[in-house]
């Protein structure tokens, strides 16, 4: 007596392999349209980290230099994130902020992402922050 189970060949296309295909294709469409905003503001990142790592050194000069030159680097830096950050936010705003030993330097803008075949408007705010530690070194 043979106890075979015999069963039904499953279709090449089924309601799963169709759920898979359609979260693959939802996910790569989602890549496509955010992920060039998200890599943009780790750029960002990077040169509000380059900025305020600079700060420790013009904190140490004398004024009105010190003023003067902080905000040349700050008009820099806004003018790199423009570039180097894709940023086309007219209202982006860029900010340096001194609170005791912390250099915090800031930037605050918007992007907005249109989503298709709808023109659905997805407004993305980022506020990226990086700060950096002013406090003059005593090297005796």
Do not use: C
Not at 75 to 86: P, S
Not at 93 to 108: K, R, T, W
């Amino acid at each position: 007596m043979s106890n075979r189970v015999s069963y039904a060949k499953p279709s090449r296309l089924n309601s799963v392999t169709v759920t898979l295909l359609l979260l693959a294709v939802a996910g790569g469409y989602w890549m496509w349209r955010f992920f060039p905003a998200y890599f943009d503001a780790w750029s960002v990142d990077h040169l509000l980290k380059e900025a305020s790592s600079t700060m420790y050194r013009l904190n140490r000069l004398k004024e009105p230099m010190r003023t003067n030159e902080m905000k040349a680097t700050l008009d820099k830096l806004r003018a790199d994130i423009i570039k180097k950050g894709n940023v086309t936010d007219p209202d982006l705003d860029v900010q340096l902020e001194i609170d005791g030993n912390l250099a915090a330097v800031s930037a605050n803008y918007s992007l907005t992402v249109v989503l298709a075949p709808s023109n659905k408007k997805v407004v993305l705010n980022f506020h990226r922050k990086e700060t950096a530690n002013v406090k003059a070194v005593n090297w005796d």
